[in-house]
């Protein structure tokens, strides 16, 4: 039994280490899934860490609910558009769109203005982030072969798991430490430094191109 069970986490990590490979020698993509986990820890602290702290200082549950559901609304409404923009636009192009329009949202959340326009913006964040995560489904499917493509997915799927969890944690140490009014313009910052770089980098302007190995 206990050689089996070797065997399974042999096998397991050699199916992650191909996965990994697969995922590394496409640049593109490579850059666009760092791009994704990294915003993925800078975003995800908003909701876990961020607005709860923020609302129960207010004494305000309600509204934490309200700025949460426009977050999701926002969510679910720009992963549905995902498709009809795929149509009239390139992936370079809805790249963009989504990442200065994260930017957009995020940098006026990030002075924790009135409710109202909390939620505005909350709402503007999720529809910006909502494609990003159908994008890089597809960008999978259509750029890695077949037999590849459950590896990648459990490659990103880890690096998803992994370090968002360790950036809340951070998040939550740190506004512990200097409260959430100084950090959240940190973690704005951090989001709109990494959206820019991004959108500057010459990897990312040729994902409509067929993939590059390197």
């Known amino acids: 039994m206990a050689r089996e069970e070797g065997e399974q986490v042999s096998t397991g990590f050699a199916e992650l280490t191909r996965g990994f490979v697969a995922l590394w020698t496409d640049k593109a993509l490579r850059v666009l899934t ?12 908003t909701e876990a860490v961020i607005l709860p702290v923020h609302f129960q200082a207010l004494d305000q549950p309600e509204g934490m ?11 679910v409404l720009g992963a549905f558009a995902y498709g009809p923009l795929s149509r009239r636009l390139t992936n370079h192009q809805i790249i963009t769109i989504a990442l200065l329009g994260t930017a957009l949202g995020v940098i006026p959340m990030a002075f924790l203005p009135d409710l109202w326009i909390l939620a505005v913006f909350g709402f503007i964040l999720g529809l910006s982030w909502g494609p990003m995560q159908p994008l890089l489904n597809t960008l999978v499917q259509t750029r890695i072969p077949a037999d590849e493509q459950g590896r990648v997915f459990s490659v990103q799927l880890t690096a998803f798991y992994v370090f ?5 944690l951070a998040t939550g140490a740190a506004s512990e430490e200097w409260g959430v009014r100084a950090v959240y313009p940190v ?4 989001l709109l430094i990494t959206g820019l770089v991004t959108l500057s980098l010459r990897s990312i302007r040729t994902l409509d191109d067929p993939p590059h190995k390197d």
């Open 164 to 168: 968002p969890p360790l950036a809340m």
């Open 34 to 45: 760092i791009t994704i986990m990294v915003l993925a820890g800078v975003y995800l602290p």
């Open 187 to 190: 973690i704005a910052g951090l």
């Open 65 to 75: 609910g309200i700025v949460i559901g426009a977050l999701a609304g926002g969510g």
